[in-house]
């Protein structure tokens, strides 16, 4: 028995080719949309100035942002 033959009282047969397709489109969609969260995110969420325990002059040592923004 295959598949792809309908089934008596079951309607159309099976069509594999649009059902993989279906899949696929259904993956590309997903993985679109989670690549816009993940830029929206990335873009929305800056983060605050905080103080630096390290002095500019090279004192200290604990590590310090390279190039502070504040």
Not at 29 to 57: I, M, R, T, W
């Amino acid at each position: 028995m295959s598949l792809t033959r309908s089934m008596p009282g079951r309607g159309r047969p099976l069509n594999w080719k649009w059902i993989s397709v279906a899949i696929a489109a259904v993956g590309v969609v997903f993985l679109l949309g989670a690549n816009a969260h993940l830029v929206y995110v990335a873009l929305e969420s800056q983060p605050e100035c905080v103080p630096h325990a390290k002095a500019a002059d090279g004192s200290g040592d604990v590590f310090r942002a390279a190039k502070s923004a504040c």
